[in-house]
């Protein structure tokens, strides 16, 4: 319980990274496995974001000019997530105009059924 | 039996993960780079947001290769559906008065809203990309809700190619004003105000009409071919 409530942004992140690998392992339906890869994506983000996170920090934005820097969170995660999302969003859209070809050549998305397509 | 296998391998995952995050300690100051950044920011760069100053200043070179891999998504979304004949039109339900009029009042104040934030993504949290996908979703109201309405792709694909051609143009003139590309050449100003931080603002324009245009050009496709 100490683990959890020290570590509650990590515990909450490999959650998301869990259940997106528990999707992406055990569904055939591949809508749904495009929706587990996107819950992974979103895992990884807030792992990254937490790793930069200062306990009662401020976000790294000097709104008013007495703001102290010590208590900023660190930006440089906040710039690498910044871009991980966009290319997110990029897997995202190829993986569902992929997904609406294969609708179109085989008339189903059961990956048990397409036969090239089954581990 | 696959499910018995999957969460045998996901155990192993999990024990693996807890002995090594229980290494990284949580809350803890940042790293030499981060503190660099946020003490020296606003003099190197002029921009209040130390995020945008460092997606577009001090990582740009990063930036754009981001965008040219939405682009090239884009792109290839565009060559994937295209392939197929197009088939007859299927006939057009028209949506109910509220959801018509509803889009039609909304959109501008989406496209305003957008507007303001990648107009002041050196000031505010916000920025290009995502004023642009806030553009994008106005676009998706209309298409879901006037589905009569067609915007025209050709538009799309050059206001496109207009916010890329920037982003490179001032990467280059930075090239030539100084020794490296995407040097901050214009006057950094008064930090936090709107006309402030040298390139920055030009640069999240750019993008936010880039990546607009992107995801409305995304959207038209998928919603084309369903």
Known sequence: MIFLSNYIYYTGAFGLIFIGLYILLTRHNLIKMIIGLSILDTGVNLLLISIGYIKKGTAPIFSTPNLNPQNMVDPVPQALVLTAIVISVAVLAMALSLAIRLYQHYRTLDMRKIKEQRW | ?226
Do not use: W
């Not at chain 2, 999957?6 to 940042?30: N, W």
């Open chain 2, 1 to 226: 039996m696959r499910n018995i296998i999957s969460i045998i391998l996901l155990i192993i995952i999990f024990f693996a993960v807890i002995f090594s995050i229980s290494e990284i300690p949580f809350g803890i100051p940042k790293t030499k780079v981060g503190s660099y950044y946020i003490n020296k920011g606003i003099d190197e760069t002029g921009a209040v947001n130390v995020v945008t100053s460092v997606v577009l200043n001090y990582r740009g070179f990063d930036t754009l290769g981001e965008v040219t891999i939405l682009f090239i998504a884009a792109l290839g979304l565009g060559a994937v559906l295209a392939t197929i004949e197009r088939k007859t039109k299927k006939a057009i339900i028209p949506s109910s008065i509220v959801l018509s009029t509803g889009c039609k009042v909304f959109f501008p104040f989406i496209l305003l809203l957008g507007t303001y934030i990648f107009l002041h993504g050196h000031l505010t949290p916000g920025g290009g990309f995502q004023g642009g996908a806030i553009i994008a979703s106005g676009y998706l109201l209309v298409y879901l809700g006037c589905p009569k309405r067609r915007i025209n792709q050709n538009h799309f694909k050059i206001i496109e190619s207009l916010g890329g051609l920037t982003f490179v143009i001032i990467g280059l003139l930075g090239l030539i004003f100084g020794n490296y590309f995407l040097l901050n050449f214009l006057p950094k100003g008064i930090p936090s105000i709107l006309f402030s931080a040298g390139i920055i603002p030009i640069i999240y324009i750019a993008i936010g009409f880039k990546v607009g245009s992107e995801l409305a050009g995304v959207i038209d496709n998928l919603i084309e071919e369903s």
